[in-house]
């Protein structure tokens, strides 16, 4: 048995463990030396061991681009048989957080076969487990309530960091608006976003960040100020009729509904004087596309993405996804210039993406398009 000051469980043949921590000067955490104490014991257990390390995202602001250096996974090895210990981290948004498994220069490349390794390939986010103690083997472990809920998420943990250096150099360039108003906006909008995830949650609908809202988390790691809006995307394969009810319920305004289910539905809401606009995406092959209604035209509009998955990212203390091919996305929309900011956007003819899809037949203006 390997004895240390660490609690640890499993899940999936792979063994999770969460070092005991002490403050740091930022407030977070930190592992104390307990993790030391555990790669002793496992030596002298006969395990070859390597320890692999990465930087602490926790530590890494616009202000401070780099964290303290952490235990990310721990690889040992008895007889030809590998296990991997995957430290998970507490982040901000009140999830868990693994790093990727990245072997540096010298590495032993032969200690595993890395590449079938269950976790690592990419860092990772999972909703906080709730553990129970059981035995495995003779041995006292714990290991989630929900287990088939864990590996579930497993299959979709990707996690990708916010870009705080490139965020940094674009501030620079162009100075975040510190106006009262800005403050007051980012405010409401945060706010917004975390209803929004509480809202959707309880419906089981999974969303992504879009439109603007997803260009200020790739751009500057924050809202943008003068955008006035959150966006947000949903395949309307996950589309349900009560979303509507759901968000009134929890204190939103429907301040109208375009299309229909099975084309351009969008709807938009409002609160506190911030709308949130939910863009319905639909799946055509090659490409991913949502509509856009002209109310006083009945004009249609396409907006075409290339295809694209989604990961987790954080912003504004919450996590939420992105789509993985962030560039490519915010590109399609924004076109080669994104990273120049524009305050004047016109949502018929600025985005790069965007292409006439027809008009709404009069005779259906009174269902398809909706405005309160």
Known sequence: MLCGSVTGWCANRTAAFCAQAEPSRHSLCRPTNGSMIFLLAAEQKGFEVMELRGVDPRLASLDTLSGEDIPLHFLFRLHNHVIQVVFLYERSGNYLWHGALRLKGDADRSFAAFKVLDYGRYAGAYDRPQLILTVLDGLDVRVPRNISHFLAQQKHARFLECRYRDARNFLQLYPDDSSAAAVDFRRKAKALLHLTARTLTRLDVPFW????????????????????????????????????????????????????????????????????????????????????????????????????????????????????????YVTANYGASWNIPLRVWDWKSSPSNVQANGVWPVAEWAELIQVY
């Open 209 to 328: 960040l879009s439109s603007g809202t997803c260009l200020g988390w790739f751009r500057q790691c924050s809202i943008i100020s003068y955008s006035r809006d959150v966006d947000i995307g949903i395949f309307i394969a996950d589309y349900r009729p009560d979303i509507i009810a759901a968000f009134t319920d929890a204190g939103l305004t429907l301040k109208h509904k375009f299309g229909k289910v099975e084309d351009s539905l969008e709807l938009s809401f409002l609160i506190e004087d911030v709308k949130l606009d939910i863009f319905f995406f639909y799946d055509n092959g090659d490409i991913m596309w949502n509509g856009g209604t002209q109310a006083k035209s009945g004009r249609k509009f396409k907006y075409i993405f290339p295809r694209f998955s989604l990961c987790w990212a954080e912003l504004l203390e919450l996590k939420v996804r992105v789509p993985c091919e962030t560039l490519d």
